[in-house]
């Protein structure tokens, strides 16, 4: 009989090969699936897998997808190491690209060099103040963070729509619910000419890099690495529960935000109602997919990247349905924790009582 | 008179999906069990108990559908949580994120049919009162379903041996374990059954509210449900009266249109989602309310000692 062991010590090689094992069984049940859905598995696969890096253009929107999922999942894996679920990075990230929007249009056909990062910083604020709202209720009121950042994601999908039918509406739009085209100095920077992809790609991996100094070599972080390990040792060395709270749901929610202006500025160039696509719900995916590590996230969000850009070609392609991308992203999410369970456990053989009775002479 | 008895006919039958997944949820958490993706298993319940009115014509066999789609995702849940020992919480996220992605798969091929109007049952005599009967007792069987489940499941909890070994294992598992109780088993069989009551309150949805599919239609009716789990303090009359607050928010914004209020249809959409972070903070303020009633085993996973 196969028993679940604890280990004394986790064990490293298990936390960085479960996402590549979770990554190989996704793609063998995602075969299984196409064939019972009477797609040819191989051709569809195909599509997902090797078109995200087929032409340049392909290669730069991966780039234009994984930045905002990079810079979203960054924030939530330093506050799901503390504990801190933060599930409403959606509406956070909703939010962000309404303010970074509000003053784009606040400014609009004003040019200038410092248009460009007031529009983050906008953006910023809207996502950290959005994201206070669950922070505060925590700490005052002991409010379950998962409810309410949730419940406000649903509010700011709803806000953003109202707004760009009313206030925020193209006054020469006929009437379509979404607001004017941003002038040239109010979108965001252009990397690689003849592409969308945007200056979001270069802040994902500096910010990165910021965190992993953050998390690895100052105070903070070895606070929220402490509260997620030991909460009772943490409280004894002086970090208090509160502080924790705080920082992280400001953290994620700024980091949010910002890939929410970046959005708006970047690759759309206007506010729209279906701004928010599910970006801050595969973040989660992110997040642990790169083992709630900022360098880690870095990869996560460039293989779920994948996802969407070739799940979009296969689309255009077989006509599959959109649906797809988001069965493979949860998909993977359930093979990884599952595989998961062999970081804290081994697997033992154990002989059943049953058979050692009959064992005997 | 008609038109009051209008508006409470629709509380009812807004109340009634948060019903059924509030009750499931609350026997979950009750045996110790934090399942986040009661969102996923309604919006499949959605889908299956719809595909299976369409393609069986039967509303029976729509409502079995439902409650064996809600379950088998739910134990899926309990395979990765129970078996392999992951984090309840982001499990539960993965099952929601898993279940809007397989039904809008599936559900592809629906979006064109519509249902026709589930069958009521009008119970003699009584349906003829004025006010109360329309609302009370002419209503469809899953009402009635769902009433008689709240009546059943506090009896069962307070009652009965099978509840009592379950709020033993939802308050102390290594306790419940050396009497002899299979924790696991018993957290699994709980975990279907939330499941299968989820699925119901999804096929509600889309086989009597709409009755029609369409994508992400249970659109955060789930984490809603949850919301009322801990609004009743874990208790099985309270989610009725949490069901039907809620639901009496989520019709508001049809019935605010037709009194007139000229404001747009989405800040009225946000009424419910406002009122549920409301309801939350005045719980969980209340001096040491929420956290004394929850659970003590609430989310933690069982491993069995060697």
Known sequence: MLRLVPRQTGSTWMLWSAPVLAVILTVMAGGLMFLSLDVDPVAALGHILLDPFSTTYARAELLVKSAPLALIGLGLSLGFRAGVWNIGAEGQFTLGALGGGVVALAFWNVEGAWLFPLICLGGIASGMAWAAIPAYLKVRHNTNEILVSLMLTYIAVLLISALVSGPLRDPEGYNFPESRMFHASAVAPILIEGTRAHIGIALAPLIAVILWGVLMRHEIGYGVRLFGDAPKAARFAGFTEKGTVWFCLLLSGGLAGLAGALEATGPLGQLVPDLPAGYGFTAIIVAFLGRLTPLGVLVGAFALGVTYIGGESAQVAMSLPAAVVGVFQGMLLFFLLSIDVLVTNRVQWVVPAAAKIKAGP | ?306
Request: neutral net charge; glycine residues 12%; charged residues 10%.
């Open chain 2, 1 to 306: 008179m008609d038109f009051v008895a209008g508006i409470l006919v629709s509380l009812v039958i807004a109340a009634t999906p948060l019903i059924f997944a509030a009750i499931g949820e609350l026997v979950v958490e009750r045996a110790g069990v934090l399942n986040l993706g009661v969102e996923g298993m309604m919006i499949i319940g959605a889908i299956a108990g719809f595909a299976g009115m369409v393609d069986s014509g039967s509303a029976v066999v729509g409502v079995v559908a439902a409650m064996a789609a809600g379950a088998t995702l739910a134990l899926l849940f309990g395979l990765v949580t129970q078996v392999l020992l992951a984090n309840q919480v982001v499990t539960g996220l993965a099952l929601t994120l898993f279940g809007l992605g397989v039904s809008a798969l599936f559900g592809q091929r629906y979006t064109t049919y519509s249902l026709d109007r589930f069958p009521r049952i009008d119970i003699p005599y009584l349906s003829e009162i004025p006010l109360i009967g329309p609302v009370i007792f002419a209503q469809d069987a899953l009402v009635y379903l769902s009433l008689f489940l709240v009546a059943a499941i506090w009896w069962a909890l307070k009652f009965t041996r099978l509840g009592l070994v379950l709020r033993a294992v939802g308050e102390n598992h290594d306790a419940a374990h050396a009497l002899g109780y299979p924790v696991i088993w018993i957290r699994l069989g709980v975990i279907a059954f939330g499941g299968a009551c989820a699925g119901v309150g999804g096929a509600y949805l889309s086989l009597v509210q709409t009755p029609i599919w369409v994508e992400s239609m249970t659109a955060g009716r789930g984490w809603i449900a949850l919301a009322i789990v801990v609004f009743a303090a874990w208790r099985p009359w309270r989610t009725l009266l949490g069901a039907y607050l809620f639901g009496g928010f989520t019709i508001l914004q049809l019935h605010g249109q037709a009194f007139g209020v000229s404001i747009p249809s989405q800040y009225l959409s946000m009424i419910p989602y406002a009122v549920t972070i409301i309801v939350l903070v005045v719980i969980s303020s209340e001096s040491g309310g929420s956290r004394l009633s929850a659970p003590n085993c609430l989310g933690r996973n069982f491993q069995k000692p060697k």
